[in-house]
């Protein structure tokens, strides 16, 4: 079975940095786009950055635009977001997805069990 496992999250001061990783298996990340989405305490789903297959072209959302990076090593078959500026905002669980359709307007067909990130100091 497909699974995407999520690794990195954690308790940070505001300003601080963390890399959020996301392992997967029984597919290639090399065909597939994938994102991150995050859900912050008490809100809905809020996409935040997506990733193509190749991994040579990125989208990310206006509120982390400048401060997170998405990346994937399709050899290691990883997925990663790096966060940095990190504020309280920030603070959610952070699933990993596997994107389906077009690049712009994705869905998602397969979810991680999500990594918390708590910005507080």
């Known amino acids: 079975d497909v699974q995407l496992v999520e690794s990195g999250g954690g308790l940070v001061q505001p300003g601080g940095s963390l890399r959020l990783s996301c392992a997967a298996s029984e597919f290639n990340t090399n065909n597939f786009a994938m994102s991150w989405v995050r859900q912050a305490p008490g809100k809905g789903l809020e996409w935040v950055s997506s990733?193509?297959?190749?991994?040579?072209?990125?989208s990310n959302a206006d509120s982390v635009k400048g401060r997170f990076t998405i990346s994937k090593d399709n050899a290691k078959n990883t997925l990663y977001l790096q966060m940095n500026s990190l504020n309280a905002e920030d603070t959610a669980v952070y699933y990993c997805v596997r994107n389906y359709g077009i690049f712009s307007k994705p869905a998602y067909d397969y979810w991680g069990q999500g990594t918390q990130v708590t910005v507080s100091s």
């Open positions: 990733i193509n297959s190749g991994g040579d072209r990125t």
